[in-house]
């Protein structure tokens, strides 16, 4: 079965201490993305990635970093300069960027982070 | 900025009515858009999507309507269920031929469908 898988579901993480959220995909896309849903605020983009080795910033980059050495993997780490990473974090990917090709993305069931 | 809104936080009918969900945005070079639907601590599913070049796209129940002219669209849902019950967003695509294909989010309309 194609798609695209986050882990761990729940993740906790004392305050000052830097976190890896999974994020992997089996669909053969090019783009890989990171949300992140606070209440009333709908989804904020934080990273994207339209190729291997190559990410840029969305909207809410600051505190976070990525990496993508694979296709199939798109991580997200939440640093300690992340102001408030309590949030459910949602990671996306959809197929090559074509003009002619649907490019809706596709989720994973996301990460819930907590900051203790 | 916020440039993909949903000003409705929350839409209630009953079941067997239809429900209709809107959607406003303010940059023009935003040419494709979609609906997806989003249950508690899940991530969304894609819904519906329709092209700029179009005003009307329908699958099954759903139907979107586009107005570029007022910067607009609307997801109608005939008869709503009480399955349709989620949070639904509004996405907008920026520029598909400069290939950025980054989406942005409305903030998201919850949606109850009272048997």
């Known amino acids: 079965d194609g798609g695209i898988t986050q882990s761990p579901k729940y993740l906790f993480r004392k305050e000052g201490q830097n976190v890896t959220l999974s994020c992997e995909q089996n669909l053969n896309h090019d783009a890989m993305y990171w949300y992140r849903q606070d209440p009333g605020q709908g989804l904020r983009l934080i990273y994207y990635?339209?190729?291997?080795?190559?990410?840029q910033k969305g909207d809410i980059a600051e505190g976070y970093s990525v990496s993508r050495e694979k296709k199939e993997s798109f991580p997200l780490t939440v640093t300690s300069a992340q102001k408030n990473p309590t949030a459910f974090y949602l990671c996306?990917?959809?197929?090559?960027?074509?003009?002619?090709?649907?490019?809706?993305?596709?989720f994973g069931q996301g990460t819930r982070l907590t900051v203790v | 900025d916020q440039q993909v809104k949903q000003n409705s936080p929350s839409l209630s009918v009953q079941e067997g009515r239809i429900s209709i969900l809107n959607c406003d945005y303010t940059?023009?070079?935003?040419?494709?858009f979609l609906w997806y639907k989003k249950y508690p601590a899940e991530g969304p599913t894609f819904l519906i999507s329709i092209s700029s070049i179009k005003d009307k796209n329908e699958d099954g129940r759903f139907t979107v309507f586009l107005n570029k002219s007022a910067k607009h669209l609307s997801l109608h849902i005939v008869p709503s269920q009480p399955g349709d019950s989620a949070v639904y967003f509004c996405?907008?695509?920026?520029?598909?031929?400069?290939?950025?294909?980054?989406?942005?989010f409305g903030q998201g309309t919850t949606l109850q469908v009272k048997p």
């Open positions: 996405a907008a695509q920026r520029g598909r031929s400069s290939n950025t294909g980054k989406l942005i």
């Open positions: 996306a990917s959809s197929a090559s960027l074509s003009p002619t090709m649907n490019t809706e993305a596709f």
């Open positions: 940059n023009s070079m935003f040419d494709y």
């Open positions: 990635s339209q190729i291997v080795n190559d990410f």
